[in-house]
């Protein structure tokens, strides 16, 4: 199956000098797939980047989704490879809300919408 994907991120960050960022990223592109032609799903992800300092335009450019994942209600497992800009995710695990059957692989681009600051 060939459709598209949009997916919404909302990342926070550690704690750097006293500050940290929560940061909203949205990837899409076109995608491929197997299963459920329409999915939902909502889990947690962590990313990895090369930095000791934030930087939240480092989550600008490449969106790269790879997922394969089961989910009904409540109850759902799934796995995955995601990279966001130069940011990557490398991860399974419970899936906290959904309905999905499926693998998909989408290559598009990743844009940050939105930086929230805070100060300790």
């Not at 934030?54 to 759902?76: E, H, T, Y």
């Not at 497992?77 to 059957?101: E, M, R």
Request: proline share 2%; net charge negative.
């Amino acid at each position: 199956m060939v459709g598209a994907t949009a997916t919404k991120y909302e990342l926070t960050s550690e704690w750097v000098d006293g500050k940290r960022a929560t940061v909203t990223v949205i990837g899409v592109g076109p995608a491929l797939g197997v299963g459920a032609d329409v999915t939902t799903a909502r889990s947690c992800v962590a990313f990895n980047e090369p930095l000791e300092f934030i930087k939240p335009d480092l989550f600008n450019g490449r969106f790269i989704s790879d997922q394969v994942g089961w989910a009904v209600l409540w109850a759902g497992y799934g796995s995955g490879v995601t990279q966001l800009g130069d940011a990557w995710s490398i991860a399974h695990g419970k899936i906290d809300f959904g309905w999905d059957a499926s693998w998909s692989l989408t290559v598009g681009t990743s844009t940050v919408m939105d930086v929230k600051w805070e100060e300790r």
